[in-house]
């Protein structure tokens, strides 16, 4: 099974400072998200979302928000035919020291004892920060930066400036 392996906030969907996802009861779809959802899982791939949620344990949310707004999001994308495989989130906080929280490769590895027919040399992670590209480094994954720059040369990480172009490598 090939896989995408999308980050939520700011690669889906809209994200905004730590203090005021406390009032963020919708998510805010970024343009040409949903049609690259679209276009990856036409190409074949299945689509796990993995996501850093420190903002649960360090109280900026509760899980039960974060849950409201995942709920919101995958029913906006069934409306659109667009079946997201699984989501494993991180709800530790960026000092809890887990195994799970990006860069660390607890989710994905993770989504691998859950799914052994996941191919990890025909996979590849799609995210905003610089801990998704770092990620898929650590994973020996071939990896999308979106806006984070040129600063990872290696042959495996490519620069997108939006998430429309995600679709000329696939």
């Known amino acids: 099974m090939k896989v995408a392996f999308f980050d939520r906030d700011g690669t889906i969907i809209e994200d905004y400072p730590d203090e005021k996802w406390t009032r963020i009861t919708s998510p805010a779809f970024l343009p040409n998200s949903i049609q690259i959802l679209k276009n990856i899982q036409q190409s074949g791939y299945e689509i796990i979302i993995i996501t850093n949620q420190y903002l649960i344990n360090e109280g900026f949310i509760t899980l039960g928000q974060y849950e409201v707004i995942t709920e ?17 989130y991180c709800p530790h906080s960026r000092t809890e020291g887990c195994n799970c929280i990006k860069p660390k490769t607890g989710m994905i590895k993770e989504a691998l004892v859950k799914y052994p027919s996941i191919k990890i040399e025909q996979s590849f992670i799609v995210g905003d920060s610089t801990v998704d590209v770092e990620l898929a480094l650590n994973m020996k994954m071939k990896g999308f930066g979106l806006g984070v720059g040129d600063a990872y040369q290696e042959k495996n990480i490519i620069q997108l400036h939006e998430i429309k172009d995600l679709i000329n490598y696939i």
Not at 72 to 88: G, R, S
């Open 72 to 88: 919101k999001m995958i029913n906006e994308l069934t409306k659109h035919n667009i079946q997201i495989f699984d989501i494993f």
